[in-house]
Structures are given as C-alpha cells and as structure tokens.
C-alpha cells in the first residue's frame, strides 16, 4: 500500500537562503505523525513547500498517495488529496465559509459526499453560527484553528498537514482541537502536526515525532521524544546540529 505522503530529500530555498536541507519523511495511512522544532527550524516552509507555495526554490521528491506532486500547481496538490492547515489562517471578507465549501464542491463533481461531510463535520464541531460568516473574519484565534479544522473535515484529504494548529491557544482549546484531530483521522488519511510544544500531544497520540532543526530532521521516534524535549528543551539538538 502507498503511504499517504513520502517526502524525499526535499530541499527548498528564497533566493540564497537555503531552509530545508534534505527532508526525508513517510506517513503512511492510517497514522498521525508530528514535526516538532524551534522557531525558524524551516517547519512552516515545508508546509508550504509540499503545498506548491511559488516562493521557494523546491528540489526532491514528495509523493500523496503514491503519485507525484511536484510539478503540480497548488490546486493540482489540492485535488490530489494534499490539505493545509495554515498557521496564520487568512481572513477573507466577502466569501462565507459556506461559499467556501461549495466552490470546493463545484469544483469535484465525482465526489458525492460534500453535503453529508458538512453536516457531521458541523455537527463534530458546532459550526452552525460559523457557517454564515465571512472566512476567519473577527474570529477568535481559536475559532479561527476549528474553522480550519472544518474545512479538513469538508475536504476528505488523503493528507492533512496541520501547521501549529496549537500555537496561540488557551488549554482547553488546546485540547479540542486535539480531540478534533483525533475524531478526523482513520485509515484513510495521514495526518502531520506541526507544533512547537508538546503540550498538544498529551491530548491525543501520534504514531511518530520527527524533530527539524536547521531544516533537516534530526530525530525521529516514538512519541516519547517529545517528552525529552520539554525536559530538555532543543539547545542541545540545535547546538550538535548547528
Ligand atoms: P518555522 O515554521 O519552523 O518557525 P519557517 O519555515 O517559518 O520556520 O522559517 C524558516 C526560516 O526561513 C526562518 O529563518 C525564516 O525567517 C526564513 N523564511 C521563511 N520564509 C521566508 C521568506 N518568505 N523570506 C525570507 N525568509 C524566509
Ligand atoms: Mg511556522
């Protein structure tokens, strides 16, 4: 069986800064893996990099479900299955978030589901009130990460990547969107959390930690070096890394 994404020596950069330096990564179906790393490790940039972000330099191979996508535009990765979850999520006034939803449904005909996902997916995380309101727009930060969250449901990707779906939010936002993550992953998807903190990981279990410093991955394991982490914090690993 295909795993949901492979990343092979993925490599991407701004014009002379180089940021990911070789990224190696599976995450087969079925599995929740997470990316931990200090600020600036290039974490988000290999967000952005697997969904086609034009900016970057991009060398290497990444696959969704056995096939290629890097010669897709970020549609093309889109409708192949590939989700992002942005860490800042974009606002947009003038466009509800059901507009969003049927644009999406409009645009995969051969997909029967939509409305069925939006109702359990409304349901899972009391969307109703949200629904009718323009994208994002005076939401809480929290609020903004569960509609992000929504849309993961509505889409049905065969990858998600979550990028610090955590950051900015009080404990017990912490732990719905945990419980969120939990609740959306089966058999037919992989998801890959991005975070800074372990504290999201003691609210849900992830099958493997991969840590980025200096935009490679520089451990990978079970979910037991996340608790090495916030013992001993990412000096050490940034310092035998650097
Ligand atoms: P993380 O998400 O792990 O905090 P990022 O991927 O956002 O890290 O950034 C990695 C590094 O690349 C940082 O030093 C950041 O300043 C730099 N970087 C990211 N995007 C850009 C950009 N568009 N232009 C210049 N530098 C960038
Ligand atoms: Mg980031």
Do not use: W
Not at 101 to 123: F, K, Q
Not at 170 to 194: N, P, Q
Not at 215 to 241: F, H
């Amino acid at each position: 069986m295909n795993n949901a994404l492979e990343v092979r020596n993925l490599t991407a950069s701004i014009g002379d800064l180089q940021i990911l330096r070789g990224v190696d990564i599976d995450v087969p179906f079925g599995e929740v893996h997470a990316v931990m790393g200090p600020n600036g490790s290039g974490k988000s940039t290999l967000c952005h990099a697997l969904m086609g972000k034009s900016e970057y330099t991009v060398a290497g191979q990444a696959s969704v479900d056995g096939v290629s996508i890097m010669q897709m535009t970020v549609d093309e990765r889109a409708r192949s299955g590939l989700f992002e979850a942005f860490q800042y999520p974009t606002e947009v006034p003038g466009v509800t978030l059901d507009d969003l939803t049927a644009a999406m449904a409009e645009s995969n005909p051969d997909d029967g589901a939509y409305a069925e996902r939006e109702g359990e997916t409304t349901r899972l995380l009391s969307m109703q009130p949200f629904r009718s309101r323009f994208v994002n727009v005076g939401l809480s930060g929290g609020e903004k990460k569960r509609s992000e969250m929504y849309l993961l449901g509505v889409a049905n990707p065969k990858m998600a990547i979550l990028d610090e779906i955590d950051s900015g939010l009080d404990i017990d936002a912490v732990r719905e969107v945990a419980e969120m993550v939990e609740a959306m992953s089966d058999d037919k998807i992989g998801i890959l959390i991005i975070t800074h903190y372990s504290r999201i990981l003691k609210y849900m279990s992830v099958d493997k930690v991969h840590v980025m410093v200096g935009g490679r991955i520089v451990q990978s394991g079970g979910p037991e070096i996340a608790d090495n982490l916030e013992a001993g914090g990412y000096t050490e690993l940034q310092a035998a890394n650097a």
